[in-house]
């Protein structure tokens, strides 16, 4: 059992790879933002991949350990502290009965993960422990934490101990950075930009706008232009040229609401009627999860079998290998 | 003695709540920022008077940067 001291300022239980199959119910992924943290620190305490951890957001949680056991921290520098010593990341730690664990404002990166050996104990909702807020459903009372909630724990594996370490060529490259590459993929209807429109947006640095969460990261930067067929269209696909009949949005779209870019990130929602010229690969989703409003995005395009890939990349390092 | 409120996150400075002069308990209301669509306040750790402000509404500000002194 681990009780919430203080919530942290988005603090939600999630799993991987989240909730898959369910878009036509309007229920996104959700699932945790940087799955590649989130699954190092399942691996060091001896889970599989999918068990259920903590989100923390920019500013993490105080938690309290009911019961002894294993706990790892991944992702973001939160100034991790057991009983107010600095407890280091991408390890596996001994915590006892009573001990407390207290996580600071993200000094690099944006969001942490906390696993505990076991993984945490919610309720399946459509397949998945993830929390989607949005809809108040899955995780812990299908919301963010808060002070006095008390998580339970499913029984720890066997091999489940302190002192793993990930190794270093295992570890997603957070390094502070403000500047970031961010893959995309044409489609699905980059034909609904002009030509130019789509030089512009691979040539500019697009800025992280604060009115960013789970649902959205808004991006900041030039204007486009469009295609014919933005404007030749039936009435029916609405008044804007970036309108369009209302169709199934991809995760990781970046979908264009008028003249502003948003990519659909792991809450985003699931239709709409709105072009997404672009999408961002789930290989990049890790870059977005840890950067910063004001972090500046330039995206690279790749073709689909570049892009996945990335992922078989990501996923090979997410193993059992990469722990010793 | 002077104590510096510092931002706890990255964001966008949405209300400043006090003014240089005024009195405010410990537990008001300073200023809150924008993040994630979320308001995130940040409170007077004691009573006091502000001396100094040292963000502005709607500018971004990084994780720790001084907002406010107070005395």
């Not at chain 1, 990166?109 to 807020?133: H, N, S």
């Not at chain 1, 594996?157 to 060529?169: F, K, N, S, Y």
């Amino acid at each position: 059992m681990i009780s919430v001291v203080k919530p942290g300022l988005q603090t939600s239980v999630q799993d991987f790879p989240g909730r898959i199959g369910h878009m036509s119910l309007g229920f996104p992924p959700s699932g945790p933002f940087d799955s590649w943290s989130f699954r190092l620190a399942n691996l060091l305490v001896g889970n599989p991949v999918t068990a259920a951890g903590l989100e923390c957001q920019f500013l993490g949680p105080t938690l309290r350990f009911e019961t002894a056991t294993i706990f790892s921290i991944c992702g973001a520098d939160m100034t991790a502290k057991l009983d107010g010593e600095p407890v280091p990341r991408w390890r596996s730690l001994d915590a006892k009965a009573g001990q407390i664990l207290e996580l600071g404002a993200a000094r690099t990166g944006a969001r942490t993960y906390v696993a505990v050996a076991g993984g945490l104990d919610v309720p399946v909702f459509l397949g998945a422990r993830a929390t989607f807020q949005k809809a108040g459903a899955g995780g812990f009372a299908g919301r963010a934490l808060h002070a006095g909630d008390q998580l339970s724990c499913l029984p720890a594996l066997p091999d489940a101990r302190a002192g793993r370490q990930v190794r270093d060529e295992a570890l997603p490259p957070l390094d502070g950075r403000h500047q970031w590459k961010i893959d995309v993929v044409a489609g699905p209807h980059d034909d609904w930009l002009a030509p130019e429109a789509i030089e512009m947006f691979l040539a500019s640095p697009w800025k992280l706008s604060g009115k960013s969460d789970r649902t959205g990261f808004r991006l900041e930067g030039p204007a486009f232009t469009f295609a014919s067929q933005a404007y030749d269209k039936p009435i029916e696909n609405g008044a804007e040229p970036s309108n369009i009949i209302d169709f199934g949005y991809p995760i990781g779209g970046i979908n264009l609401a008028g003249q502003t870019p948003i990519i659909l990130v792991s809450d985003a929602l699931t239709m709409g009627g709105f072009i997404c010229p672009f999408t961002v690969p789930s290989a990049s989703f890790w870059r977005l999860a840890q950067s910063r409003p004001g972090d500046t995005y330039e995206f690279n395009l790749l073709g689909v079998g570049e892009a996945q890939a990335a992922r078989r990349l990501i996923d090979s390092v997410c193993t059992a290998e990469s722990i010793v | 003695m002077a104590e510096t409120i510092e931002t706890i996150a990255p964001g966008n400075v949405w209300k400043i709540m006090v003014s240089v002069g005024d009195e405010v308990a410990e537990g008001d209301v300073l200023f809150i920022l924008e993040l994630m669509k979320t308001e995130v306040p940040h409170l007077a750790p004691r009573a006091g008077k502000i001396a100094a402000i040292l963000i502005a509404e709607g500018h971004a500000v990084e994780a720790g940067d001084t907002a406010i002194s107070m005395i």
